[in-house]
């Protein structure tokens, strides 16, 4: 039995440590997360206690610290009430009193793929999980159905093929392909199929690294990700969305999906930051929002517009528990109804066409010959990858969209705007060297050609010049 250590582990860019407790009992280490996820400049090895330095302040770092000393301390308090015959089982009963399943114990089970899966979820679970995200916090509702969906498609895959989980052998050398197959065989794209083998292995490393239970080791690095964009970028240009904003709506519901959808996109933010939007977020009465995207740990900073700011006042004398704009909605009827939203802008935009007054709007992007405004009752093509061949679908915006395209929204617009991608960077909280943030260069050839043909005709300038002579 050793003594409690404080240790770090950085992410795959070196840029950010999670701060873990750990000790060892008979041989077997026991590791809790203390859900402390820091920049590296901010951690000293010689005090193994978090400094304040650039955007964590003294009062950041000082809970940070009474964290760590709480996970220490608790797992201290363990150890002292271990005897020399307890096991790491004995250990995490004390840790974990209330999240203590019996596949914890180590028995002469023959644990398969599916149990694996199912302790993973279990551990996720709960008011005290186990298991959580590298940054700390709780494995999201979100996650927690997307495991789920691994663990049914895997009791599919067993059923079906007629294949046995519980054998290593197999799990070691024809299972990825099979799985692979079987997968395409349902016609899923790349995505999803990456999805799956990602959720594998990443339950695979955490039994393995957690010391879980005692299973045969997989070589995992096999399992090759595949890595595609096949997802088409799904927005409302500058002009379109001006329209939303102002049309009228009738039915309340929609008009409060409405109002949301403008707030997160006018803020750049993902679903999850916005349904977290307390009062505290604010400062300068209401005029200022900072934010931690819990995605990606990035704190940014948005001042407020005009507009944004009646979104503000609009609700936040009439929500309760200190929240500000209305997050009783979950993701999946919130997406529903954004599609009856856009639905209606569709057939509102081509009511003011057939009025004959759709070109005297005023213009978001004032180069622009008419304003930038899709027919968006026709179908729009979309690609897909299958195998890592392209194809091409089409469909209708308003059946494609969902809640992240407010992001897709205000960064492509941005961007036909002019505005450099660094700073658009800064307000959406993605990484300087972000690979994600490509993908919101696919704006349409039309447009694409619409700018670059009002650019040339700007560069050219007709001058009068004198002659010369020698010349």
Known sequence: MTTVKIITRDNTKKTHYTIYVRCTVKGKKVEENTRVRIPCQNWSDSTL????????GNDQAKVYNNSITD???RMSDALVMLTKDSTKEDMLKILYPNN??????VSKKEYGLLDICQIVIDHSSGEDPRRYTTKGGKIAL????????TLNT??????????NLCDWTYLN???YINLKNFLYKKNQVDSSVDKLIKNLKSFLSYIYTEEVIEVPKINIDKWKR??????????LLND???ILREMPISEPHLDRTRDLFCFQTDNCLRVGDLMSIRRNHFSHDFLTLNIVHGKTGYITRHDQTNYTISIINKYKDIIGKGYVIPNDLTEQVYNRQLKEVIYKLALYIEQLREAGILDDIERAVPDSKKPLVRNLLDPIPFTTTIRQKKTVSYDYLYNKISSHDARSTFITNMLILGTVPEFIKKKSGHARNSEAFSRYYDISVEIMNQFVSQKQNDMYKRLTLPSFANI
Not at 100 to 105: A, K, R
Not at 142 to 149: A, E, F, P, S
């Open 240 to 242: 379109e969305y001006n």
């Open 142 to 149: 979100k996650t927690l159905k997307q495991y789920k969906n």
């Open 226 to 235: 595949i890595h595609t964009n096949d997802q088409t970028v799904v927005y």
């Open 49 to 56: 206690r978090v400094v304040p330095k650039g955007s964590i």
């Open 173 to 175: 050398t024809g299972f």
């Open 154 to 163: 895997l009791k599919e895959f067993e059923k079906k093929e007629n294949k």
């Open 100 to 105: 203590f399943q019996t596949h914890d114990v």
């Open 71 to 73: 996970c220490y301390n």
